[in-house]
T-cell receptor, first 111, second 111 residues
Framework: QQQVKQSPQSLIVQKGGISIINCAYENTAFDYFPWYQQFPGKGPALLIAIRPDVSEKKEGRFTISFNKSAKQFSLHIMDSQPGDSATYFCAASHSNYQLIWGAGTKLIIKP | KAGVTQTPRYLIKTRGQQVTLSCSPISGHRSVSWYQQTPGQGLQFLFEYFSETQRNKGNFPGRFSGRQFSNSRSEMNVSTLELGDSALYLC??????????FGSGTRLTVV
């Protein structure tokens, strides 16, 4: 019940396309859902996060869509660029307890 | 504002040795978490410290231990190193338990 399942494991998208990464969770007590971006040789960096009182949050080209009833959330990257090539992790937590992490998605944007 | 600083960046140790890794969190952050990252296993939670107390612990053997000092700096120790301990060890700090900021990690190689 503590797992966060992330898919796909890897993703190749053409430059200018939309990248979509999905995550699903079981624990309905989760109330914080961040996405992290990690470049090789670096630690993950917080990209965008959402709480379950909203269904969507947008920051620039990055959007989180949240479906509380389906217990799913997804990251959409619009107009994907080669610089977006990285590994993306979703995570979830409740009441400021430790984050439960997805397994990661390696995104490659082809020029 | 200085980020999370991890030292050393790279380390090579021999099986059976022990190692200590250091993490200096962002000023004002009292929560420090440690993660092990390997290509096949993603981010594995080791433990979290908050105000010098271990608040959460992951599923790692007792060879992995940590501590936090009164200035919030944290150390992680691994005793009797095994080849399988080769990984990137990441430290993350936060003010209250979400919005983690990661360091660039310590790359440990056990030979």
């Amino acid at each position: 019940q503590q797992q966060v399942k992330q898919s796909p494991q890897s993703l190749i998208v053409q430059k200018g396309g939309i990248s979509i990464i999905n995550c699903a969770y079981e624990n309905t007590a989760f109330d914080y859902f961040p996405w992290y971006q990690q470049f090789p040789g670096k630690g993950p960096a917080l990209l965008i996060a959402i709480r379950p009182d909203v269904s969507e949050k947008k920051e620039g080209r990055f959007t989180i869509s949240f479906n509380k009833s389906a217990k799913q959330f997804s990251l959409h990257i619009m107009d994907s660029q080669p610089g977006d090539s990285a590994t993306y992790f979703c995570a979830a937590s409740h009441s400021n307890y430790q984050l439960i992490w997805g397994a990661g998605t390696k995104l490659i944007i082809k020029p | 504002k200085a980020g999370v600083t991890q030292t050393p960046r790279y380390l090579i140790k021999t099986r059976g040795q022990q190692v200590t890794l250091s993490c200096s969190p962002i000023s004002g952050h009292r929560s420090v978490s440690w993660y092990q990252q390997t290509p096949g296993q993603g981010l594995q939670f080791l433990f979290e410290y908050f105000s010098e107390t271990q608040r959460n612990k992951g599923n790692f053997p007792g060879r992995f231990s940590g501590r936090q000092f009164s200035n919030s700096r944290s150390e992680m120790n691994v005793s009797t190193l095994e080849l399988g301990d080769s990984a990137l060890y990441l430290c993350a700090s936060s003010f209250g338990g979400d919005g983690y900021t990661f360091g660039s990690g310590t790359r440990l190689t056990v030979v």
